[in-house]
């Protein structure tokens, strides 16, 4: 009997201590602490010289007690300094186990070494709407400092911008203006628009000398004039000599300016021209008999005139940077249908936009650009 009683008691010890290893009705296995895993770093460029509100990927959590808070600082979405700044982030669970890791956010502010620009050059510069016509007898100049020095003509009156006449809202250099603020938004970069409608080239080197170089005192000088001696009395023919001409007055442009202490000169090619519309009433690059069934043509022969000019002023001009509006209209648009108004001569407000865009392509490769880092500890 003993012996029996012995048995049954080591076979309920054996059974209670096979119920106790049972995973299934056995304490939980203890979870280990959290682990976090930080974003890549940062790096922002372009900011404004107080720097730039920054937003960042979350950290991602593993294990650890739920629920599982992050905590980060600088926070997502603050407003970084210019420099690099260390960001710390903090994963606790329920138990108030930390983990911890780290990332930098680096701020570049970008500054453009040259801040006062002034765009000279005749009616491609000054803005004209080529959809409507400036009133009979007006010259309708935009607003500039030296629009009312006129050469050329003493009938010609100026009178205030306006849309319908000089759109300076759509204006190259006003567009211009625009991209150097986005592309280095801490600096008060300005850009006069010196542009007087009909000014030759030869008339230009008068009023460059006499009033914009004294008064307007750029930094930076853009050039943009020729067509009117294309066009004009020489009606997109003109002879060689008269090519060189348009060469030699912007060589003159050029050498004043940098006589003046202009730190960076830029000279444009001159613009195509398009063939009208048939029913354009205003068509500037018409042929002599007016025929609209030879716009085509005649718009064609213009090209070929501006092109012979422009290699020249590629080849020719020396002590400033080409900047090839010509060919960027090209690229933008083999076929030009995009860019000019009826008529044909003046860009609309897209093709202002590529010769803005030519211009700001130049200037970012020619002028100096200093990136300003400060460490932060």
């Known amino acids: 009997m003993v012996a029996w009683t012995r048995l049954l008691i080591a076979a309920g010890l054996v059974a209670l201590v096979a119920g106790c290893s049972n995973p299934a009705t056995g304490d939980p296995v203890p979870v280990g602490p959290p682990t976090v895993s930080c974003p890549a770093n940062v790096a922002v460029s372009g900011a404004s010289g107080v720097g730039q509100a920054v937003t960042y990927a979350s950290p ?3 294990g650890g007690t739920p629920p599982v808070t992050t905590t980060c600082s600088p926070a997502s979405g603050s407003v970084f300094p210019v420099g690099t700044t260390a960001v710390s982030c903090t994963a606790r669970d329920a138990l108030n186990r930390p983990a911890v890791c780290g990332f930098t956010v680096t701020v570049v502010s970008s500054h453009l070494n040259a801040m006062n ?43 205030a911008a306006r849309p319908s006449v000089i759109d300076l809202a759509n204006a190259y250099p006003t567009q211009l203006q625009a991209m150097l603020q986005a592309r280095f938004p801490g600096q008060s970069l300005t850009v006069t628009n010196e542009g007087v409608r009909g000014e030759t080239a030869a008339e230009g080197v ?8 004294p008064t307007d005192k750029p930094g930076v000088l853009l050039v943009m004039e020729g067509i009117n001696d294309i066009g004009g009395d020489q009606d997109y023919s003109p002879t060689g000599s008269q090519e060189q001409a348009i060469v030699a007055a912007l060589q003159s442009d050029v050498s004043d300016a940098v006589s003046a202490g202009v730190s960076y000169v830029f000279v444009s090619t001159i613009l195509p021209v398009h063939a009208c519309p048939f029913e354009s009433t205003i068509c500037r690059v018409a042929p002599p008999d007016e025929n609209p069934s030879e716009y085509v043509q005649f718009a064609a022969m213009a090209n070929v005139a501006i092109n012979q000019t422009n290699a020249l002023i590629k080849s020719r001009i020396a002590g400033a940077t080409i900047v090839d509006s010509n060919a960027a209209m090209f690229a933008a648009d083999p076929t030009l249908n995009s860019f000019f108004g009826d008529d044909g001569l003046h860009p609309d407000p897209a093709g202002y936009t590529v010769v803005a865009q030519a211009f700001m392509n130049a200037i970012v490769s020619r002028i100096p650009i200093t990136s300003l880092r400060r460490m932060r500890r």
Request: with cysteine; net charge neutral.
């Open 206 to 213: 008068d009023r460059l000398t006499t009033c914009v170089l």
């Open 117 to 159: 620009f002034v765009a000279f050059g005749d009616s491609t510069t000054a803005g004209e709407n080529g959809n409507n016509p400036p009133p009979g007898g007006s010259f309708g100049n935009n607003p500039g400092h030296c629009t009312s020095i006129l050469t050329s003509s003493a009938s010609r009156r100026v009178q």
């Open 60 to 62: 991602v959590t593993t």
